[in-house]
């Protein structure tokens, strides 16, 4: 039997996060189904480029159009669930509209939520998202 294909050792996930706010400045953020938090947004596919990549996860999975996507804020190094290295890069987006819609064959965004600089901080994030709270100062 052959071995599964496995990324080789250099090899980086890219994910593209939005950072989505409500007109009173807090920060959009998904919990999944085991009520720890991330930011949304997921993996930029090799045959698309970054604005395709950030519309089509920002519909995946947040069933939301997007309007405007701005230059990268900043980057954060982190593992990603499955254990490859990943690399996340944040840009604000803004929305035409927001009405979170659920994707039932979804179990990693369960609900949405706006939160405050100082609930950012509390909040208990996925392993794989944790070092995101590090930028709390340039979100």
């Excluded at 994910?15 to 706010?21: E, G, N, V």
């Excluded at 593992?79 to 604000?92: E, F, N, V, W, Y």
């Excluded at 369960?110 to 100062?137: C, H, I, M, N």
Aim: charged content about 30%; proline content about 7%.
């Amino acid at each position: 039997m052959d071995k599964p294909f496995w990324p080789p050792e250099n090899y980086y996930r890219v994910a593209l996060k939005p950072l989505i706010f409500d007109e009173e400045g807090r920060l959009l953020l998904c919990q999944d189904a085991e009520g720890t938090w991330s930011m949304p947004g997921g993996g930029w596919d090799h045959d698309e480029d970054y604005e395709s990549g950030m519309r089509r996860e920002v519909t995946e999975e947040l069933g939301a159009k997007v309007a405007t996507i701005g230059p990268i804020a900043f980057f954060y190094r982190c593992t990603a669930r499955h254990g490859q290295p990943k690399i996340s890069l944040a840009l604000p987006v803004t929305l035409q509209d927001f009405n979170f819609v659920m994707n039932p064959d979804d179990d990693e965004v369960v609900g949405v939520r706006f939160v405050t600089k100082q609930e950012f901080l509390e909040l208990r994030f996925q392993d794989s998202e944790a070092p995101v709270q590090k930028y709390a100062d340039q979100i």
